[in-house]
């Protein structure tokens, strides 16, 4: 939990600025897109779901992320899911059911605007909670995924990654332009204060969280296009392989073995 | 294990009544208590074998009690909603808030004890159910949720000569059905299934009671009994974590 020495650590050893025209990304993005609807009208999916987080620093492009994505699906197949403070409601209950409510049934996506990460980030930075509860939420996250990859569930993870002066940048441009200025408020300038601590805790988040079946996809999110192309890339490709998994040997038939019973 | 759960233990109708009327007044207290200071939620978890008066015993807890704060639920085959998540949700859409009083009948410990009799799991899957259940109930507990733990117990005599007598009554005939039969033919191998399992799940946040229902009045007084006082014990100690002090009614009876 201490940073190392070096100063070296995964998100630093990103290189965050990734070279995508524009007129290439509008070829990427056809091609992704229609290769993700395909693959969500795959009668196979019936027995998956598919859970995906978006968590990032403020400004990183989550949102336009989420679009291009949910852009390719249709809008039966998928929900959003916008975290924000927990309801009333939700306050009355143990931390993860608030997350649980939302888990998609067989054939359905599911996207987190930032997630069940909250405690080990912002919860975290904030001293929301104690450091106790942040400390087993860890290993609490890694059972709730484990658990939801057992009934045929892709969980997909990703961090989208801006430098500091492309935050400083985007949150001047956000300031300026009429139509993003909701975008902005006190509270984004306030957390940017707090880099540091949030480096530190994404970095083990990332350290603690990312297991062989559920791993995190770190994404150089500097420029817009090169981000929204591997979101929707990674995940295409994890559904397809998820895909060819149902019925066959791995957990795609250690899932249709569950559901049967 | 069960040893004590198979001692033939007796109360007398007049013991009965006069720990009745005290049982009563210290569970509705400790509920209101709950409810006022609602801190934190309580799960009751019902298991055991069959004959030994669960039922019954849930039905007396929300006579007891009042039904406006207590939340039972019953987990028959799962629905088709629920057979396509993962099998923990719909332990989890069911969970009480805090400040009310969740009872579970079947949880999640059902599943891979029934799955373990038929041989439909091995060793090795058992053992990881038993661990998942075992980091379940700790989260919940981290959590804040006052997790109690019942198992009603009969001695294979004992549940034959339950069902007989349940059978004998028209009354009560429908309660024993070919399936209660069936579970009485692999009570030893039930038994031998059921022995680890509590042992391993009885963590120190949340340990198991035992009870021997027989006659479903042990079995009541006991749950009753055991519930009111953790239930007091549990506010006690959220008040010491310096939640404001507010007077209780009379709830002194129930730390007693």
Redesign the interface.
Known sequence: MLAASDKLNVLRALPLDQPLAKTEFQKQLAKWQRRLNVASRDPRLKSL?VVCVFEGNDAAGKGGAIRRVTGALDARSYFNVPVAAPTE?ER??????RF??H????GRFTFFDRSWYGRVLVERVEGFCKEA?WM?AY??IN?FEG??L??G?VVLKFWLAISKDEQFKRFKAREKIAFKRFKITAEDWRNRKRWDAYELAVCDMVDRTSTALAPWTLVEANNKYHARIKVLKTLTQAVEAALEGVGKSGSGRKAKKQ?A? | MFESANLDHRVDKATYRREEAKLREALLNAQYDLKEN?RF?VLILIAGVEGAGKGETINLLNEWMDPRHIYTHAFFEPSD?E???????RF??S?P???KIGVFFGAWHTMPII?RVNG?IGEAEFAHAIG?IV??EK??C????LLLKYWFHLSRPQQKKRLRSLEKDPETRWRVTEREWEYFKVYKKFVKVCEPFLRKTSTGEAPWSWCRGATGVIARSASAGTCSRRCASGLTKSRSRGCPTRPRPCSRRATS
């Not at chain 2, 057979?83 to 949700?89: H, L, S």
């Not at chain 2, 981290?142 to 949720?145: H, I, R, S, W």
């Open positions: 779901s409601e009355a209950q143990p931390y993860l059911w649980w409510r888990i998609p049934r067989h509860d087993r290993s609490e059972d658990e939801l057992r009934r569930g559901g019973k | 609602g939620p909603e057979r396509e998540r993962p099998p923990q949700w989890w859409r969970l808030p805090k400040g799955q439909e998942e980091r379940l989260m919940l981290d959590e804040g949720v």
